[in-house]
């Protein structure tokens, strides 16, 4: 088998940051209105909504559809320049839900089949779901997979006795996923075999370069993220890094999945613990190195160099600088912010 070196590539940054610090305060009704703009463009989904700001402090309140949202709109209050503080009294109407420890849970009977019987067991047919003919089952199937709008060509589809195989080409692995998803939905199926191929890609410098616009396209991806991928199989792509959110390791994964020639993701991103402490601390680092004048510039930049990531008082900073003189500067000021335990410098000169 053909051996493949591990590939691993850095991603930079996609928000833009804040503008260097002004040489005189702004005022907070100005502030008030670049606040309100930034939220209003981001086109979120909230209620009533107000922002004020006291002395450079922004006060946000009013409802929010979840808590996500309420992350987010923080967030844009944090990045206008002049603000140094956030103070919210927002209330989330919807909560998103968490899973149900119970749901998935399998039946006790069948807990005590044998695994070699379970597997050589035909599918059974779900409670209530009618037989169909297997030609009425296929042609309802061709028509959800034309609805599809694949970039290739639709696969083949052929029905045994409830049973769908789906044989072809699909450019990526979003593409494998929402075909059988697709066929799963239509009423007579009983299971899909999915015997389809992903293309591969031109070439590696197109793969490399989808994933990363992929990331830094990606609106929720921040400075306080940090993501970076691998592959050690032929198009197998590993993600590591870490995020602030959960959401995000999930919607990152389907945004790489949808590269063409990608064949399969393996998610291994690090989701940051929830950490009022470590907020204040990226809130920090973050005004203490892009306020700073030998790093200001970087904040004009769209893709701004300087990773922050956080987890329990321990800082890494990750990205590139211009030297190793830099590199120095930038991990003292992280050690000599109070509350940081440890740093680790991964800044690549």
Do not use: C
Request: glycine share 6%; aromatic share 6%.
């Amino acid at each position: 088998m053909q051996k493949f070196m591990t590939l691993l590539v850095s991603i930079v940054l996609s928000v833009v940051l804040a503008a260097p610090l002004a040489a005189q305060p702004r005022s907070d009704t100005l502030l008030r209105d670049e606040i309100a703009a930034a939220i209003e463009e981001a086109n979120l989904p909230i209620g009533l909504f107000d922002v004020d700001v006291r002395d450079g402090v922004a006060v946000l309140s009013g409802e929010v559809l979840n808590e996500t949202t309420q992350s987010r709109v923080v967030e844009l209050a944090l990045f206008v320049d002049g603000v140094t503080a956030v103070e919210t009294d927002i209330t989330v109407l919807e909560p998103e839900a968490l899973a149900d420890p119970e749901e998935g849970a399998g039946d006790p009977e069948a807990a005590d089949v044998p695994d070699d019987e379970a597997a050589a067991a035909p599918p059974p047919r779900p409670e209530g779901v009618a037989i169909r003919p297997d030609d009425a089952v296929r042609a309802d199937v061709v028509r959800e997979i034309e609805r599809a709008d694949l970039e290739g060509n639709d696969p083949r589809v052929t029905v045994n006795g409830g049973v769908v195989r789906l044989t072809g080409q699909v450019v990526s692995a979003w593409e494998w996923s929402d075909l059988v998803e697709r066929a799963e939905e239509v009423e007579g199926v009983l299971a899909v075999d999915a015997d389809l191929e992903v293309a591969e890609p031109e070439s590696m410098e197109d793969l490399v370069d989808g994933i990363r616009s992929a990331v830094l396209r990606y609106s929720y991806y921040t400075v306080f993220d940090d993501i970076n991928f691998g592959m050690d199989e032929p198009y197998v792509i590993i993600l590591r890094g870490a995020v602030t959110e959960p959401f995000k390791k999930t919607e990152i994964e389907k945004r790489v999945a949808r590269v063409f020639g990608v064949k399969r993701v393996d998610n291994q991103i690090e989701v940051l613990p929830l950490s009022p402490n470590d907020q204040d601390l990226r809130r920090a680092l973050f005004y203490r190195i892009y306020r700073d004048p030998r790093f200001s510039d970087r904040a004009n930049q769209i893709n701004p160099p300087i990773h922050i990531v956080v987890s329990r008082g321990v800082v890494a900073l990750t990205g590139v600088v211009r030297s190793p003189i830099e590199s120095r500067i930038l991990e003292s000021i992280a050690r000599s912010t109070p509350g940081v335990f440890r740093v680790i410098n991964r800044l690549q000169h």
